[in-house]
Nanobody, 131 residues
Framework: QVQLAESGGGSVQAGGSLRLSCTTSGYPYQTLCMAWFRQAPGKAREGVGT????????DYADSVRGRFTISPDNAENTLYLQMNSLKPEDTGMYYC????????????????????????WGQGTQVTVSS
């Protein structure tokens, strides 16, 4: 079982920045595909970005590319989402998700941005951006 815990959400004005954290436990961190998703009120959950902790490439949704950055801290078993130039439409609950990859199977991969592909989820952290 993979346990995920998000933190770092809050309220910020448009143009501001936040950094979200997702701490993991229960599974070798470097074997995980991980992703950030978000869900605004009344809308479907959407992917924000993905990364394979064992040496894969990052991928971002078009809506956040150039503003958001995913970075893993392998020493702390933590995945970060740095969010800059925030917009009101970035408001929502942000979730961290993970799926273990068999040994040797993930080097260089791009993890999918499909919520159905991930089998472990955190509880989420709220981000509110005011105009």
């Amino acid at each position: 079982q993979v346990q995920l815990a998000e933190s770092g959400g809050g309220s910020v004005q448009a143009g501001g920045s936040l950094r979200l954290s997702c701490t993991t436990s229960g599974y070798p961190y470097q074997t995980l595909c991980m992703a950030w998703f978000r869900q605004a009120p009344g809308k479907a959950r959407e992917g924000v970005g993905t990364i394979y902790n064992g040496g894969g490439r990052t991928d971002y949704a078009d809506s956040v590319r150039g503003r958001f950055t995913i970075s893993p801290d392998n020493a702390e078993n933590t995945l970060y989402l740095q969010m800059n130039s925030l917009k009101p439409e970035d408001t929502g609950m942000y979730y961290c998700a993970a799926r273990p990859i068999p040994p040797g199977g993930g080097l260089g991969m791009i993890c999918p941005m499909d919520e159905k592909w991930y089998n472990f989820w955190g509880q989420g952290t709220q981000v509110t951006v005011s105009s």
